[in-house]
């Protein structure tokens, strides 16, 4: 199934409308619903924990082996996260020794549902994306050390 994305001038508009009714309603711009919900979805981990939680849910340990990567201290704080913004709910299982398994609640679920084309995409052009990453960084010249400075 091929997504179509709305053309630019459409998305403009809709942008602009948004704005103008965060002002209009008195809204300063850094309280834009928009800005704030992807603060705190938008990092490195959030994304990659909805995804995995929305096939099923997991104990900590099971995430930590998922993405070997993150550091234990990152779980936590990103899991901590998830659970404020209430997309991720934990509980504690009646096992011994007690264990913690976490999983998406239903606004956690609804996310999945938008991240998962988004995730899909990023895997389908990864190869281009790195392509071009690797081609902008041949064709500029490297800073030098009083421009970094200054």
Known sequence: ???????????????SQ??????RAGMAIDQCPVRDVLAQ?????STLFVMLLAERPH??????????????????QTLRD?????????EVLPTVPPGVEYRLTPLGQSLSVVLAPLVRWAADHHAQIRS???????????PSAHAAAG
Request: net charge negative; proline share 6%; aromatic share 6%.
């Open 1 to 15: 199934m091929d997504i179509v994305a709305p053309p630019a001038a459409t998305c403009d508009v809709l942008m």
């Open 18 to 23: 948004q704005l103008q009714d965060y002002q």
């Open 41 to 45: 979805i938008g990092d490195k981990w």
């Open 59 to 76: 104990r900590f340990g099971e995430l930590r082996r998922a993405l070997p990567d993150i550091s234990q201290r990152m779980l936590t």
């Open 82 to 90: 998830l659970q404020r913004e209430g997309l991720v709910a934990r």
């Open 132 to 142: 071009a990453r690797a081609a902008f960084e041949s064709d500029s010249p490297a």
